[in-house]
């Protein structure tokens, strides 16, 4: 079973940048898809990025393309998310999961999250 801890988080001006990192132990890390999930206060958990195992693919949410990027790293057993231009509504606690079976969108597909970190985007 893979376990995972986000770090990264924090408080920034709109228009900056923050990088998440995820680092996961386990050897199977290379067969799981990995996704960034985020959820604001009294909203829904939403998705926002999401890397198949080799890195090959990528999708984002509407809400975050061009200026969010999702990397991954196999042989540090780390994901990245790179957020450039981060804008007030960004404000949220961002989470990573795997997902074992597939390559989805939807939240209930992932059975690995971590803890998640916190994100504060200050207008």
């Known amino acids: 079973q893979v376990q995972l801890v986000e770090s990264g988080g924090g408080l920034v001006q709109a228009g900056g940048s923050l990088r998440l990192s995820c680092a996961a132990s386990?050897?199977?890390?290379?067969?799981?898809?990995m996704g960034w999930f985020r959820q604001a206060p009294g909203k829904e958990r939403e998705f926002v990025a999401i890397?198949?195992?080799?890195?090959?693919?990528?999708r984002y949410a509407d809400s975050v393309k061009g200026r969010f990027t999702i990397s991954r790293d196999n042989a540090k057993n780390t994901v990245f998310l790179q957020m450039n231009s981060l804008k007030p509504e960004d404000t949220a606690v961002y989470y990573c999961?795997?997902?074992?079976?597939?390559?989805?969108?939807?939240?209930?597909?992932?059975?690995?999250w971590g803890q998640g970190t916190q994100v504060t985007v200050s207008s």
């Open positions: 999961a795997g997902d074992s079976r597939g390559y989805s969108t939807a939240r209930r597909s992932y059975d690995v």
């Open positions: 890397i198949s195992w080799s890195g090959g693919s990528t």
């Open positions: 386990g050897r199977t890390f290379s067969n799981y898809a």
